[in-house]
């Protein structure tokens, strides 16, 4: 068996190589923590075996983050294996920095060249590049099955076995860690990372002397790749990374206002216009060639009072039925950010961000986790684990389930469009909006607090703008619908029929029907149901739903509908939605603030047990406590203005919550001023004084 490591910068098209060489399906994506730890796969080509590793995105052998961490360990432990070094054509000079860490190493490499554009930024000689570095090199398109068979090709032949050329060295000064290293294997390699002040060779050598000499390493690294490539390459007009487009998304008065306007269009495609349209169809198909014949099938059998006709309609027809009338929403909102991702218009927003999350600890690394929370929480929370200061990771971790997830979409459609119709479109754009400014002031406040966190490095490289993959995208979109489905077929199900059986079963499992009694559920629900009261939705059901979501959140679509007495086989979205507007909700600012809450409240388990792993039991208690605060919070503030909103005036209400901000930011600012002049023995002088300390 052949083992191989696939190693390369992020964004230079590393796992759509190993998607296509091993015909595997995982995620590719243009940022940081899409691979977070390595990944391998056994393949057989031309009858022999290999054994191929996809690490994490790497910019050198020094590393700065959990993800390069993980690379540098996994290539230093296997030095025997080949290494595919992959580079992207439009950025080869800072790409090739790494290439040279790796052949001073001393490991085998076989340099592949990723070239997408058609049109590139430089034309490279490869045949005499390949001569000048010593390196057997590769010019393919990282997504085409002929050139991935070139690659694999490669690998059984192996690497080019001649002694690296790299002259480079000998413009560096070793003398004064020469006698640290002597007689080591690699020798050159330790000698330049000791040099480097690399933490993890010294640790080893166990020494602690600082050498300063890492500018000067780097300055001669790029020196000869500038001196290779100024003989191997002609340089064209274009700049990586520029675009005329860039001076409108990252235009300062513009790109926020651009970005938001961007994400509503996409918001009103995929819950209103073409959503509405293709889940109503999805719905009607359903409904009509699945549900409906079984049902009228096990009323013939059993008639219609029976529980197992009960248990179908609404627990299984019901249930499932109207979440699966959403697929088409979930679905396209997966594609528009899978577009959005390819174009390279993400990783803009990522700087776009940097700024903003900086000053609240974090760095623009955490824009791919929250982005991703917008699909699915759980699998957000593991990507904040390329985050290199743990305290960062840890809030990353905290503020991920604040992004509405796939799962929420059918609340706010369903119970949204019940009673906000068309301008239900603003209700879901706030909401998405109110959960990223929650995280933000959570964020801030934990920096202040008990999670202050390190100076961060974040290196960013805007890939250039480019068109989608067809095959590509369609396999992401898939992959994605096919996960929804799966849980649909599964743990959803199984959910609903446990809700079902709880809500028509007494406590001496007495079958009850329709909801009608005392239910085991309803017991429990209406305990709990005072507690909701200030927040405008007291009912029993309601509360029963929340609790019914922490399995999944739609869940909670279902088993409102389930509890208002939506049975046999029109168990479908159309009937939740009319029933729910009257069975539990007193006023549309009670919808609203059950929204909120939806929004805000504790995560599914699922998450929850992903949090636990990533950052211990302790922060994960810790976030659910705060996650409730939060959501009881806002809900009350939430369904009190609104009230007051619906008997007032929207206009007096908006004008006495100004004046009434206005008055507590004066007061406190004066109430601070006075503190700081009352401690402090400057007194009047105060400012200048201490300035002066």
């Given at each position: 068996?052949?083992n191989v490591?696939?190693?390369?910068n992020?964004?230079?098209?590393?796992t759509?190589?190993?998607?296509?060489?091993?015909?595997?399906?995982?995620h590719?994506?243009?940022?940081?923590?899409?691979?977070?730890e390595?990944?391998?796969?056994?393949?057989k080509?031309?009858?022999?075996?290999i054994?191929?590793?996809?690490?994490?995105?790497?910019?050198?052998?020094?590393?700065?983050?959990?993800?390069?961490?993980?690379?540098?360990?996994?290539?230093?432990?296997?030095?025997?294996?080949?290494?595919?070094?992959?580079?992207?054509?439009?950025?080869?000079?800072?790409?090739?920095?790494?290439?040279?860490?790796?052949?001073?190493?001393?490991?085998?490499?076989?340099?592949?060249?990723?070239?997408?554009?058609?049109?590139p930024?430089?034309k490279?000689?490869?045949?005499?590049?390949?001569?000048?570095?010593?390196?057997?090199?590769?010019?393919?398109?990282a997504?085409?099955?002929?050139?991935?068979?070139?690659?694999?090709?490669?690998i059984?032949?192996?690497?080019?076995?001649?002694?690296?050329?790299?002259?480079?060295?000998?413009?560096?000064?070793?003398?004064?860690?020469?006698?640290?290293?002597?007689?080591?294997p690699n020798?050159?390699?330790?000698?330049?990372?000791?040099?480097?002040?690399?933490?993890?060779?010294?640790?080893e050598?166990?020494?602690?002397?600082?050498?300063?000499?890492c500018?000067?390493v780097?300055a001669?690294?790029?020196?000869?790749?500038?001196s290779?490539?100024?003989?191997?390459?002609s340089?064209n007009?274009r700049?990586?990374?520029?675009?005329?487009?860039?001076?409108?998304?990252?235009?300062?008065?513009?790109?926020?206002?651009?970005?938001?306007?961007?994400l509503?269009?996409?918001?009103?495609?995929?819950f209103?216009s073409?959503?509405s349209?293709?889940?109503?169809?999805l719905?009607?198909?359903?409904?009509g060639?699945?549900?409906?014949?079984?049902?009228?099938?096990?009323?013939?059998?059993?008639?219609?009072?029976?529980?197992?006709?009960g248990?179908?309609?609404?627990a299984i027809?019901?249930?499932v039925g109207?979440?699966?009338?959403?697929?088409?929403?979930?679905?396209?909102?997966?594609?528009?950010?899978?577009?959005?991702e390819?174009?390279?218009?993400?990783?803009?927003?990522?700087?776009?961000?940097d700024?903003?999350?900086?000053?609240?600890?974090l760095?623009?690394?955490?824009?791919?986790?929250l982005?991703?929370?917008?699909?699915?929480?759980?699998?957000?929370?593991?990507?904040a684990?390329?985050?290199?200061?743990?305290n960062?990771?840890i809030?990353?971790?905290?503020?991920?389930?604040?992004?509405?997830c796939?799962?929420?979409?059918p609340?706010?459609s369903?119970?949204?469009?019940?009673?906000?119709?068309?301008g239900?479109?603003?209700?879901?754009?706030?909401?998405?909006?109110?959960?990223?400014?929650?995280?933000?002031?959570?964020?801030?406040?934990?920096?202040?607090?008990?999670?202050?966190?390190?100076?961060?490095?974040?290196?960013?490289?805007?890939?250039?703008?480019r068109?989608?993959s067809?095959?590509?995208?369609?396999?992401?979109?898939?992959?994605?619908?096919k996960?929804?489905?799966?849980?649909?077929?599964?743990?959803?199900?199984a959910m609903?029929?446990i809700?079902?059986?709880?809500?028509?079963?007494t406590?001496?499992?007495?079958?009850i029907?329709?909801?009608?009694g005392?239910?085991?559920?309803?017991t429990?629900g209406?305990v709990?149901?005072?507690?909701?009261?200030p927040?405008?939705?007291g009912?029993?059901?309601?509360?029963?739903?929340?609790?019914a979501?922490?399995?999944a959140?739609?869940?909670?679509?279902?088993?409102?509908?389930?509890?208002?007495?939506v049975?046999?086989?029109?168990?479908?979205?159309?009937?939740?939605l009319?029933?729910?507007?009257v069975a539990?909700?007193?006023?549309?600012?009670?919808?609203?603030?059950?929204?909120?809450f939806?929004?805000?409240?504790?995560p599914?388990?699922?998450?929850?047990?992903?949090?636990?792993?990533?950052?211990?039991?302790?922060?994960?208690?810790?976030?659910?406590?705060?996650?409730?605060?939060?959501?009881?919070?806002?809900?009350?503030?939430?369904?009190?203005v609104?009230?007051?909103?619906?008997?007032?005036?929207?206009?007096?209400?908006?004008?006495?919550?100004?004046?009434l901000?206005?008055?507590?930011?004066?007061?406190?600012?004066?109430?601070?001023?006075?503190?700081?002049?009352?401690?402090?023995?400057?007194?009047?002088?105060?400012?200048?004084?201490?300035k002066?300390?």
């Open positions: 068996m052949k490591c696939l190693v390369g992020p964004n230079t098209g590393k759509t190589l190993f998607n296509t060489l091993t015909s595997s399906n995982e590719v994506g243009n940022w940081h923590g899409v691979t977070v390595e990944k391998g796969r056994v393949y080509f031309e009858g022999q075996e054994n191929l590793v996809d690490l994490p995105g790497i910019y050198s052998l020094s590393p700065l983050s959990f993800e390069e961490q993980v690379a540098r360990d996994y290539i230093i432990k296997h030095q025997d294996h080949l290494i595919v070094n992959i580079c992207d054509a439009s950025n080869l000079r800072r790409n090739l920095y790494l290439t040279l860490c790796l052949m001073e190493l001393g490991v085998e490499v076989i340099l592949v060249v990723n070239q997408i554009d058609k049109r930024i430089c490279v000689d490869y045949v005499k590049l390949e001569k000048l570095l010593g390196v057997k090199i590769l010019h393919i398109n997504g085409c099955k002929s050139d991935a068979d070139r690659v694999n090709r490669a059984l032949t192996g690497g080019i076995q001649a002694k690296y050329n790299l002259p480079h060295l000998n413009n560096l000064d070793f003398s004064s860690v020469q006698g640290c290293v002597a007689g080591m020798e050159n390699y330790y000698k330049t990372k000791l040099l480097e002040d690399d933490g993890q060779t010294k640790q050598f166990g020494i602690s002397k600082m050498f300063g000499g500018d000067e780097a001669a690294r790029y020196a000869y790749i500038d290779v490539l100024s003989v191997v390459s340089q007009q700049v990586y990374g520029k675009s005329k487009l860039d001076k409108l998304l990252l235009n300062r008065f513009l790109a926020l206002p651009t970005f938001l306007i961007l509503a269009g996409v918001f009103y495609l995929t209103f073409l959503g349209w293709l889940s109503g169809r719905e009607f198909a359903i409904e060639l699945i549900f409906s014949p079984i049902s009228k099938w096990l009323t013939s059998l059993f008639g219609k009072t029976s529980w197992i006709v248990l179908f309609d609404a027809a019901g249930g109207s979440v699966v009338s959403f697929l088409p929403q979930v679905a396209l909102l997966f594609l528009f950010l899978s577009i959005l390819d174009s390279g218009y993400l990783s803009r927003i990522a700087f776009l961000f700024d903003v999350l900086s000053k609240v600890g760095s623009g690394k955490a824009v791919y986790t982005l991703m929370g917008f699909g699915c929480s759980t699998t957000a929370v593991l990507t684990r390329n985050m290199e200061d743990k960062s990771k809030k990353t971790a905290l503020l991920t389930p604040y992004m509405s796939s799962a929420k979409f609340i706010y369903v119970l949204g469009g019940a009673f906000f119709g068309a239900n479109i603003w209700v879901v754009l706030g909401l998405y909006l109110l959960g990223v400014v929650i995280a933000v002031l959570i964020s801030f406040v934990l920096e202040k607090t008990a999670l202050k966190s390190k100076s961060q490095s974040f290196i960013l490289e805007f890939p250039p703008y068109m989608t067809f095959k590509r995208t369609a396999r992401l979109l898939w992959q994605n619908v996960l929804f489905l799966s849980r649909v077929g599964g743990l959803i199900v609903n029929i809700v079902w059986l709880l809500s028509n079963f406590v001496t499992l007495s079958y029907g329709g909801g009608r005392v239910s085991i559920l309803e429990v209406r709990l149901a005072p507690i909701f009261i927040l405008g939705f009912n029993w059901a309601l509360v029963a739903s929340l609790i979501g922490l399995v959140k739609e869940v909670i679509v279902s088993t409102i509908g389930m509890f208002n007495g049975e046999g086989s029109g168990a479908t979205a159309g009937s939740i009319s029933l729910s507007a539990g909700f007193a006023s549309a600012s009670s919808v609203l603030s059950y929204l909120v939806c929004l805000l409240y504790v599914c388990f699922a998450t929850i047990s992903v949090l636990s792993k990533e950052i211990g039991r302790k922060w994960t208690f810790i976030s659910i406590i705060i996650e409730f605060m939060v959501a009881y919070a806002a809900s009350f503030m939430v369904y009190n609104a009230s007051a909103c619906e008997i007032f005036g929207s206009a007096r209400v908006l004008i006495l919550l100004g004046v901000t206005l008055i507590i930011v004066a007061v406190a600012a004066i109430f601070k001023r006075f503190i700081n002049k009352k401690g402090c023995p400057y007194g009047k002088r105060c400012n200048k004084a201490c002066k300390k």
